[in-house]
């Protein structure tokens, strides 16, 4: 994880005294034979790092602003997809551009603070990701699995709370590297250049790097994703045995909240195939460094596969509006009348999709009785307290 940031690949010299904190990149950078590559990479990677937060922050913002200023729009998994984009803007704000500093400058600039705050930040912005996707997936077992399990009139206010429990879990866990995070001065593999740097652990202990690398995987990625795995299982295998449990009589307002149900888990779904994606190429290089540290290399094909590492590592904050916007016809609509690229959400039409939805939580997939379908529209229509999950 803090490969991304600080490039850390330690190494010993032939005396096994010293350590080093080159990273491939800026061995490249700092040779003679790599003047043309380091050129190619200033301007490739500033471009590109440009393009990401520029992107980025152009529809996590809108995403957000979408959530907050559409009562509609409140629902307990849109509540969560906006504290997706919050861990977003936060890591395209501060990670992002510090990275880009390293391209320019060969050693650590930005001082002690930033040497703690920053590894915190980025780790606290992975775990709001992981963990949040964690808890969509939960909610969307619950929705398709347990459909009879009623949403009350107080779901958004709980799913607030899981939301600023999951940023206080994940700040927690990023304490330690705020603790073991220091500015030291180094020792670059000609010997005879020293520099300062922000490493992430102690250099004197060869364990660390190795435990640190394991638990970032296991905690931010390997675990999280087992549970979500685990959930969309039932997910899928309660949608089989609907598609073959289903009554004759099922009316066609059933059949749409049923299909807005399977849309909300595709996307969730989507979302979490994209974090996989873009984080596991880090996560395996970031080990293999970790237990390879004595080794360095300096190969270009080596050079070229950390590269996009990186950029897939912050790409991943930029690319859940996209996949929202491509899957989603609702936030289609209000993306393109925020962006003045489209008309406004017709009246007409979003009163009667709100109707659709009103009671998403209380008809079930599975084979339902009549006395149940009645039971559950008696509580429609006494007012049991639900709110409105509108379909992204």
Not at 59 to 71: A, E
Not at 191 to 213: A, E, W
Request: hydrophobic share 45%.
């Amino acid at each position: 994880m803090n490969d991304i940031l600080l490039n850390l690949s330690l190494d010993r010299d032939s005396g096994g005294s010293d350590y080093h904190n080159f990273s491939e990149e800026e061995e490249w950078m700092m040779s003679g034979d790599g003047e043309t590559v380091n050129f190619v990479i200033r301007c490739v990677m500033t471009s590109v790092y440009i393009l990401i937060i520029t992107v980025g922050l152009l529809g996590n913002i809108t995403l957000v602003k979408i959530f907050v200023t559409n009562s509609a729009m409140r629902s307990v998994p849109n509540i969560f997809i906006s504290s997706l984009a919050a861990g977003d803007l936060l890591l395209l704000v501060t990670c992002v551009p510090v990275d880009a500093f390293r391209y320019f400058f060969e050693e650590w600039i930005f001082g002690v603070v930033a040497c703690k705050l920053i590894p915190v930040i980025q780790l606290t912005s992975v775990g709001v990701s992981v963990f949040t996707l964690t808890a969509l997936s939960a909610d969307r077992y619950k929705a398709i699995v347990n459909p009879m399990d009623i949403q009350t009139s107080g779901a958004v206010v709980w799913t607030c709370l899981k939301a600023v429990s999951i940023w206080l879990l994940s700040m927690l866990l990023a304490v330690p590297e705020a603790i073991f995070s220091q500015v030291v001065s180094m020792q670059g593999h000609s010997g005879n250049v020293t520099f300062v740097n922000c490493v992430p652990y102690p250099l004197s202990n060869q364990m660390h790097p190795k435990i640190h690398s394991v638990m970032i995987f296991l905690v931010y990625f390997l675990i999280p994703l087992g549970i979500i795995s685990v959930y969309y299982f039932h997910i899928a295998r309660t949608l089989v045995r609907s598609a073959h449990n289903m009554p004759g009589e099922v009316s066609e307002h059933t059949k749409r909240q049923m299909e807005t149900r399977k849309r909300l888990a595709k996307i969730v779904l989507v979302f979490v195939g994209l974090f996989a994606l873009c984080w596991f190429p880090n996560h395996v290089l970031y080990m293999y460094r970790s237990f390879h540290y004595q080794q360095m290399d300096l190969s270009l094909t080596h050079l070229v596969i950390s590269l996009l590492a990186r950029v897939l590592s912050f790409s991943s904050s930029c690319v859940n509006p996209f996949a929202l916007y491509l899957l989603s016809d609702s936030f289609r609509r209000h993306f393109n009348s925020q962006l003045q690229c489209g008309r406004a959400p017709h009246p007409q039409r979003q009163a009667s999709y709100l109707q659709s939805t009103s009671h998403i939580r209380l008809t079930s997939i599975k084979k339902t009785t009549p006395a149940a379908v009645v039971t559950a529209a008696v509580h429609v229509t006494n007012g049991g307290g639900q709110r409105s999950e509108e379909a992204l």
